[in-house]
């Protein structure tokens, strides 16, 4: 038995002998094995134990206009962050960083003694002015941080600001072209990576990171800043002149489809969106608001009946007493004595309803309800801006003889300002209905990479290039000589039609409420914009589309024409005098002449004198420009 003892332990020894020399063989492998073949993973999830972010904002993608034109961009705001574990003396950081931030001291200590790593100063050090963050710095306070972040700039203020929206607080979109388009436009952070230990204090050992963001991508808009601008000026003038409720004004090319303005008042700036009613903001109304349209929308009509060869505007005429009778329903026209015997061209610029019942009924029922539709009411036209409404036509039960007369003249219907550009853009354009669209492309500003690009879309030939010819002609005639005179502009080939209508309330017309509008192209022979513009209850003012509307939309197109390059034409219809009109002139060749020789020249005008000399080299108004008589005509004298 004491023989087998010594035995036993020799056999435990070596066994724990060998167990021990195996555990150290690899204990030993797993060393080398984690050394040469982990080392980067492991170290990789220390780093990720260790480190600590700070973000740094990389710029929201720019908006432009059509020319590239910055319409909105971004201005560094940086934010301040704070890292508690690396101050041992908050309340003396706090009390020290308040005075500079302005903000209370006991509420920044309550932030700055949180137990977490690292601390968001907001809002109040949130988007600081780039000159206080650099004074801030300055003051040197240990576990303090600068981040890169970036607010919204708007170098044109609130030029824009219905359509194109607002961001907030966290930079998302949350109207209009920033809310539709935020997933391009959102740009992806970078990080400074800060690695400390588990008191946020810095690991000297380690170097800091930094881990590249993008920049978001720009969207390049079909609009024409210049033409913006226009717009948005007669829109403010308007607005104050005539205390109206609301104001919308949309120009395109009627040759594309490309929108060059969209504009709605009141208005207001992106920065300061909380300060409006979410009825301001959340409404881009050239295409959600919807009314009747009113006489503008007897543009489709005339179109039909020219298309099915209904009327000869020259040789067909028409007796007006003021009414029609359909179906024992008087309805009246505007002029409540008549137009009398006229032909169907003077209908069209007297805008006379019974004569447009009459080229409804000569259309027919079913035919005028398809044009309407191909003309693109009733739908969305497809441009695809955020709000878009499809419009009210009657439905085919409902749409009796009655419906179809007030629809000639454009009642009992509703549409969109954006259908009614549509509609009379393939009128007037050789019969094409094109699109409308407002982005040009989606793209990145730093490799010019293009992400979407939208081209013209032709929807359907409507009309023939034939009948839209003779639209033209007619709608010219009627700013030359009809409803229209207020838009006229000399040398300026201006076409187009006046919209008076009804304000309707639950069902109900309300009285003395109007909205009056006008749609004009030019030039007539070959138009390149078409504008319309509709002011919602005017005030103190005689309530007339023509009075308001049509003097806004020449406006806009004379003052735009030098941006789209609208050359002038002497060969338009000669404007007719009509009493009350003011009484003008063309103004006579001066240049060239002596001083003295101008007491010879038999001219109704005053002249001004400017500079000296004897002789004139230069004049405002220059040569063959319409002058009232009693209009001054200045004269610039050198030798």
Same mark, same amino acid.
């Given at each position: ?192 990576? #800060? ?370 390059? #609208? ?73």
């Amino acid at each position: 038995m004491k023989a087998g003892v010594p035995f036993k332990l020799k056999i435990r020894v070596r066994t724990m002998i060998l167990l021990f020399l195996c555990l150290g063989v690899a204990s030993l492998g797993k060393l080398v094995f984690m050394q040469f073949f982990q080392y980067e993973w492991l170290t990789l999830k220390a780093e990720e134990n260790w480190d600590r972010e700070i973000p740094f904002s990389q710029t929201r993608g720019n908006i432009r206009d059509r020319d590239g034109e910055l319409i909105v961009g971004n201005k560094l705001a940086p934010t301040l962050y704070f890292m508690p574990a690396q101050n041992n003396d908050v309340e003396s950081a706090a009390a020290t960083l308040s005075k500079a931030l302005n903000m209370d001291e006991k509420k920044l200590i309550e932030q700055m003694s949180k137990k977490t790593f690292l601390v968001k100063l907001a809002p109040e050090g949130k988007n600081i002015e780039l000159a206080k963050a650099i004074e801030i710095q300055s003051l040197q306070i240990p576990g303090l941080y600068t981040g890169v972040d970036y607010v919204r700039d708007y170098p044109n203020d609130d030029l824009l600001s219905r359509f194109i929206g607002f961001t907030g607080y966290d930079h998302e979109g949350l109207a209009g072209i920033e809310y539709q388009y935020n997933k391009y436009l959102t740009s992806t952070e970078s990080t400074l990576r #800060l690695f400390t230990d588990a008191k946020g204090s810095s690991l000297p050992h380690v170097n800091d990171g930094w881990e590249e963001g993008s920049d978001g991508a720009s969207v390049e808009l079909t609009i024409d800043l210049n033409v913006q601008q226009i717009v948005e000026r007669a829109l403010s003038q308007a607005m104050e002149k005539y205390e109206a409720e609301q104001a919308m004004a949309i120009a395109m090319n009627p040759k594309t489809g490309a929108i060059l303005s969209i504009a709605s008042f009141p208005t207001f700036h992106p920065l300061e969106y909380d300060k409006v009613s979410p009825s301001v903001y959340n409404q881009n109304l050239p295409v959600s608001m919807t009314f009747e349209p009113g006489s503008t929308f007897k543009i489709i009509t005339l179109a039909a009946a020219l298309e099915e060869g209904k009327v000869d505007l020259q040789k067909d005429s028409f007796f007006d007493p003021g009414y029609s009778i359909v179906e024992g329903t008087r309805l009246r026209c505007w002029q409540r004595r008549g137009h009398g015997q006229q032909t169907f061209l003077e209908v069209v610029e007297n805008s006379c309803n019974p004569g447009f019942i009459e080229l409804g009924q000569r259309v027919g029922r079913d035919k005028l309800a398809s044009y309407i539709r191909d003309f693109g009411f009733g739908k969305k036209t497809g441009s695809s801006i955020a709000g878009e409404s499809t419009g009210i036509l009657f439905s085919e039960e409902s749409y009796g003889p009655v419906e179809h007369a007030t629809t000639s003249f454009g009642q009992g219907i509703s549409v969109t300002p954006i259908q009614q550009v549509q509609a009379v853009s393939a009128a007037v354009n050789g019969g094409k209905l094109f699109q409308p669209y407002v982005v040009n492309r989606i793209y990145n500003e730093q490799t010019n990479e293009v992400i979407i690009e939208n081209k013209p879309t032709e929807v359907r030939q409507v009309i023939s290039e034939e009948t839209s010819k003779t639209v033209r002609e007619t709608l010219e005639s009627v700013v030359a000589n009809g409803s229209g005179r207020n838009a006229f502009r000399d040398t300026m080939r201006i076409g187009g039609k006046t919209g008076t209508a009804q304000k309707a309330v639950n069902g109900r017309y309300v009285d003395g409420q109007y909205i009056l509008s006008f749609i004009g192209f030019a030039p007539a022979n070959d138009p390149e914009i078409v504008v319309y513009v509709a002011i919602d209850s005017p005030k103190h003012v005689v309530q007339f589309g023509g009075v308001i509307a049509a003097p806004i939309v020449g406006e806009i197109i004379e003052d735009s024409a030098p941006f789209l390059g #609208l050359k002038t034409d002497t060969d338009q219809i000669e404007k007719e005098y009509r009493w009350g009109d003011r009484i003008e002139r063309r103004v006579p060749s001066l240049v060239g002449l002596e001083k003295n020789e101008i007491v010879m020249i038999d001219e109704p005008f005053k002249i001004e004198w400017h500079g000296t000399g004897t002789k004139i080299v230069s004049q405002i108004p220059k040569t063959d420009s319409l002058l009232s008589v009693d209009g001054t005509i200045h004269l610039y004298l050198g030798e």
